[in-house]
């Protein structure tokens, strides 16, 4: 069965640390899309990046970096130099081809502090 | 272009009334998506058109009635609705397949009183 775990419930950092979000998943499935999220507190969920299964090559946006590792199941995302507008709700999510739907982690809220 | 609209950003119902949710996008995506999501909580899927076909249902009580009248607009009837049912719910739509991403829309907060 598929499961995604963020068992980081709430993190909280002064500006311009940096900080990691975990995110652990479970899947039978060879072929599968992991995603992250971002949820600020106006509601709208925002797409961060997209990877699939046959990718592991990691990925840095501006200050958003991805290290994904099938050998431990994991898709973690740091920040480098957290700021204030950082602050969100992140959810980690996979995708199979069977059932064709998101499957969401819990979310992890990151509050960052001047 | 990768916006999903959504109306109205609030909404407050009695158990009593008819209301309904509207959504919309022009990305020419074909599968599009209704979610509810509960405080602290990820959000959950209830349904899901392919093609402005319903392909999925997860279970959702009569009270909730979708409907895609074409391939960029998809809504979302409520009808005699429970406090319980109050939640954000969110709106999102991509290409078909399990490979595509979803774009979410801004959602309604919805308070059944």
């Known amino acids: 069965a598929q499961k995604v775990t963020q068992a980081q419930t709430e993190i909280s950092v002064v500006e311009k640390e940096d900080v990691t979000l975990d995110c652990v998943y479970e899947?039978?499935?060879?072929?599968?899309?992991l995603f992250w999220y971002k949820q600020p507190p106006s509601g709208e969920l925002v797409f961060l990046i997209r990877?699939?299964?046959?990718?592991?090559q990691n990925e840095i946006s501006g200050r958003y970096s991805w290290n994904f590792q099938k050998s431990t199941s994991s898709f973690n995302f740091t920040i480098t130099a957290s700021q204030v507008v950082d602050s969100a709700v992140y959810f980690c999510?996979?995708?199979?081809?069977?059932?064709?739907?998101?499957?969401f982690g819990t979310g992890t809220r990151l509050q960052v502090f001047p | 272009d990768t916006e999903v609209t959504q109306t109205p950003k609030h909404l407050v119902m009695g158990m009593t009334n008819k209301k309904s949710l509207k959504c919309e996008q022009h990305?020419?995506?074909?599968?599009m998506y209704w979610y509810k999501q509960k405080a602290k909580k990820p959000p959950e899927l209830m349904f899901v058109?392919?093609?402005?076909?319903?392909?999925i249902n997860e279970s959702v009580p009569s009270r909730f009635s979708p409907e895609c009248p074409n391939s960029s607009l998809l809504n979302l009837h409520l009808h005699a609705l429970q406090p319980e049912d109050s939640a954000l719910y969110l709106c999102?739509?991509?290409?078909?397949?399990?490979?595509?991403?979803?774009?979410f829309g801004p959602g309604t907060r919805l308070l059944v009183l």
């Open positions: 999102a739509s991509s290409q078909v397949g399990s490979e595509e991403t979803q774009y």
């Open positions: 899947t039978r499935d060879t072929t599968y899309y």
């Open positions: 990877r699939n299964s046959f990718d592991e």
């Open positions: 999510a996979l995708s199979e081809a069977i059932p064709d739907k998101l499957i």
């Open positions: 990305m020419g995506h074909r599968a």
């Open positions: 058109y392919s093609y402005e076909k319903l392909s």
